[in-house]
C-alpha cells in the first residue's frame, strides 16, 4: 500500500520533473514518454501528486543514480515495459533500506 500510495507517484513526480526541467521535454512529450495522460503530468509538476515521497528519493543518492539511469533510457528512447518493473522493484529496495535506516 505505501509503495502505491507514496512511492510510486514520488518516482513519477521525479521522473516528470526532470524530463520537463532538466531535458526540456514538452509536458505532452514527458506524458507520452511515461505513459501518463497531460493531466497527470501537470498534477506532478504542481506538486498535487508525489510531493510525500519525492523528498525520500531526493535525499537518496543511490535512488538518483537510478532515476538518472532510466531518464537516460527514456530520453535515447530506449526504455522497455519489460525493464520498468525492475527499477520500481530496485528504487523499492533501496527505499526500504533508506527508510530502516532513518526508521533505526
Do not use: W
Not at 515521497?53 to 538518472?68: H, N, Q, R
Not at 519489460?82 to 520500481?88: A, G, L, P
Request: proline content about 1%; overall charge negative; some cysteine.
Amino acid at each position: 500500500m505505501v509503495v502505491v500510495r507514496y512511492i510510486l507517484p514520488a518516482i513519477r513526480a521525479k521522473l516528470v520533473k526532470e524530463l520537463t526541467e532538466s531535458y526540456n521535454f514538452r509536458s505532452k512529450d514527458a506524458a507520452d514518454a511515461l505513459g501518463l495522460t497531460q493531466a497527470a503530468v501537470s498534477q506532478y509538476l504542481s506538486s498535487k501528486r508525489g510531493r510525500q515521497g519525492l523528498e525520500l528519493i531526493e535525499s537518496s543518492d543511490e535512488a538518483e543514480e537510478v532515476i538518472k539511469e532510466i531518464l537516460e533510457k527514456i530520453v535515447a528512447g530506449r526504455f522497455h515495459v519489460d525493464e520498468e518493473i525492475e527499477y520500481m522493484c530496485k528504487l523499492c529496495e533501496i527505499l526500504k533500506e533508506e527508510i530502516i535506516e532513518v526508521s533505526t
